[in-house]
Structures are given as C-alpha cells and as structure tokens.
C-alpha cells in the first residue's frame, strides 16, 4: 500500500492509466469510443489506416506508465512524483489545444482534464507534505 498521500495520489492515478491501457488492448473500440471517436470497422478503413496500430502503441504505453506510477507509489519515490506534476500539466496543455484546434473531438477534452487535474492534485499533496514535514521539523528544535 502506498505510504503517504501523495503516494496514494500516484497510485490511483496508476491504476486508472493501466486499466484503460488494457482496455484498449483488449477493446480498442470501446477505448476509443471512451474518447470521443468513433470506432471504425476493420472491413471498412482505408488502405494505410494505422488507427488500430496507434491504439495498441498508446495502450501499451498507457498500461507500462501505470505500472510505473503504482511501482513508484509503493517505493514512496517523491522525487518520481515530483518529476510527473509539470509533464503532465504539458499534456494536459497539448490535449486541451488539440481540441480547441480541431485535431480532435471534443470527447479527448477529458483525457486532458484528467493529467491537468491529476497533476495539481499531486503537486498540491506533494506541497501539503513538505509543509507538515518543515512544521514537524521546526517543532522538535535544534539537535543537541
């Protein structure tokens, strides 16, 4: 179990992202549709549609990250939490901007709402933290 909450904010975080890789590994379709696109069949994409391609690459990616956020929460890693916060802001930015330029449905808004919001919620656990840990150090006075 994770010791510290932003450790918990990680491992949640964690979870979701690795759930939804498998998702779209085993139902790309439904992953997709989750998003806001809407699921092409096989028989009727055109020649040089690597959609499917793309959603396996992004599953993948999404089920090792989470993997890496449930393994970094478990170690209390908060140099690994810290290091998240503005990477995720920056694709909560480039999510958010394709939507507003028409690179995708606004279905995908959410995907960057969900980095944005996970983001500010570990840095401000990170922050909360760090304030308890000077107020518990200030409270037990000069070492002797």
Same mark, same amino acid.
């Given at each position: 179990m994770p010791r510290s909450p932003s450790?918990?904010?990680?491992?949640?975080?964690g979870v979701l992202a690795a759930g939804l890789g498998v998702v779209g590994l085993i139902a790309p379709d439904a992953l997709l549709t989750?998003?806001?696109?809407?699921?092409?069949?096989?028989?009727?994409?055109?020649?040089?549609?690597?959609?499917? @391609? #793309?959603?396996? *690459?992004?599953?993948?990616?999404?089920?090792?990250?989470?993997?890496?956020? +449930?393994?970094?929460?478990?170690a209390d890693w908060k140099a690994f939490f810290r290091w998240t916060v503005p990477f995720r802001l920056l694709t909560c930015a @480039? #999510?958010?901007? *394709?939507?507003?330029?028409g690179r995708a449905p606004s279905g995908f808004l959410g +995907?960057?709402?969900?980095?944005?919001?996970?983001?500010?919620?570990t840095g401000a656990t990170l922050r909360y933290e760090q304030r308890g840990a000077r107020a518990q150090g200030a409270q037990a006075g000069p070492v002797t």
């Amino acid at each position: 179990m994770p010791r510290s909450p932003s450790g918990w904010t990680m491992a949640v975080f964690g979870v979701l992202a690795a759930g939804l890789g498998v998702v779209g590994l085993i139902a790309p379709d439904a992953l997709l549709t989750l998003m806001g696109f809407t699921p092409v069949a096989d028989s009727r994409r055109a020649e040089g549609d690597h959609t499917t @391609v #793309f959603v396996t *690459a992004s599953s993948m990616a999404a089920l090792n990250m989470g993997v890496y956020y +449930v393994l970094a929460a478990l170690a209390d890693w908060k140099a690994f939490f810290r290091w998240t916060v503005p990477f995720r802001l920056l694709t909560c930015a @480039v #999510f958010t901007l *394709a939507v507003i330029g028409g690179r995708a449905p606004s279905g995908f808004l959410g +995907v960057g709402l969900w980095e944005g919001i996970g983001a500010l919620v570990t840095g401000a656990t990170l922050r909360y933290e760090q304030r308890g840990a000077r107020a518990q150090g200030a409270q037990a006075g000069p070492v002797t």
